[in-house]
Nanobody, 121 residues
Framework: QVQLEESGGGSVQAGGSLRLSCAAS????????MKWYRQVPGQQRDMVAS???????NYAASVKGRFTISRDNARNTVYLQMNSLEPEDTAVYLC???????????????WGQGTQVTVSS
């Protein structure tokens, strides 16, 4: 069954904005650190932003000041607001949930299928 589902991708001109959403099952979302990654074909998957269950955030240097991650715990949804988009932001954006699965602190990562973001110059 689908446990993480992204939406909101699309095509936009440089300087524009998009907001990505990732809806998660309650079992996955609750207590998890939620992350957004992006991947360009042939390149490694890079973390863009993360937010803990307590709301602490972290950003890649390349997006700091332009992207904002947030979460709505009532809706089991994490968002990525992307402003001042650049052609270099073009990638598939994937949502991930890092969930602690046992008392030893082992972490299991759940992944969404991804949504394409294309920024034209």
């Amino acid at each position: 069954q689908v446990q993480l589902e992204e939406s909101g991708g699309g095509s936009v001109q440089a300087g524009g904005s998009l907001r990505l959403s990732c809806a998660a099952s309650g079992r996955i979302f609750s207590g998890s650190t939620m992350k957004w990654y992006r991947q360009v074909p042939g390149q490694q998957r890079d973390m863009v932003a993360s937010i803990t269950s307590g709301g602490s955030t972290n950003y890649a240097a390349s997006v700091k000041g332009r992207f904002t991650i947030s979460r709505d715990n009532a809706r089991n949804t994490v968002y990525l607001q992307m402003n001042s988009l650049e052609p270099e932001d073009t990638a598939v954006y994937l949502c991930a949930a890092d969930r602690i699965v046992n008392v030893e602190g082992a972490v299991r990562t759940y992944w969404g299928q991804g949504t394409q973001v294309t920024v034209s110059s």
